[in-house]
């Protein structure tokens, strides 16, 4: 249980960090680029090659901290990072059809199932 209420604070820590960041950085560029998400995207990258590079070699913490920071942090703070983490885990496993299939996957079937969403949305009274 204990484990549970960490990764949500964690997880509460990173959806606010990407909340501000987001807007900050949405407000300083202006226009209708989504600059921030794109921001947060690219650092929530970063940081999660990061902290995992550094916890998969030092293993200065155990498996419930890396949950705690990598899932509950970093998978709220941006899913993309996860998202690229698990492809970069695949490539590494030399899972490579794998890769390519989770990568163009979750591109083109995430497309089509948000149209589909907005689709559905205009049939509800």
């Given at each position: 249980?204990?484990?549970?209420?960490?990764?949500?604070?964690?997880?509460?820590?990173?959806?606010?960090?990407?909340?501000?960041?987001?807007?900050?950085?949405?407000?300083?560029?202006?226009?209708?680029?989504?600059?921030?998400?794109?921001?947060?995207?690219?650092?929530?990258?970063?940081?999660?090659?990061?902290?995992?590079?550094?916890?998969?070699?030092?293993?200065?913490?155990?498996?419930?901290a890396?949950?705690?920071?990598?899932?509950g942090?970093?998978?709220?703070?941006?899913?993309?990072?996860?998202?690229?983490?698990?492809?970069?885990?695949?490539?590494r496993?030399?899972?490579?059809?794998?890769?390519?299939?989770?990568?163009?996957?979750?591109?083109?079937?995430?497309?089509?199932?948000?149209?589909?969403?907005?689709?559905?949305?205009?049939?509800?009274?």
């Amino acid at each position: 249980m204990q484990k549970l209420v960490l990764i949500a604070l964690a997880g509460g820590a990173g959806a606010l960090s990407r909340y501000g960041l987001a807007g900050l950085v949405q407000r300083w560029a202006g226009g209708s680029f989504p600059l921030g998400t794109f921001a947060v995207n690219m650092l929530g990258c970063l940081l999660f090659g990061l902290v995992w590079g550094i916890l998969e070699e030092r293993a200065a913490f155990g498996p419930q901290a890396r949950v705690i920071v990598l899932t509950g942090f970093m998978g709220a703070f941006t899913t993309f990072s996860t998202f690229a983490f698990e492809s970069v885990a695949l490539m590494r496993a030399g899972q490579w059809i794998f890769a390519v299939v989770n990568i163009t996957g979750q591109n083109l079937i995430g497309f089509a199932v948000l149209f589909a969403g907005l689709k559905l949305a205009r049939l509800v009274p």
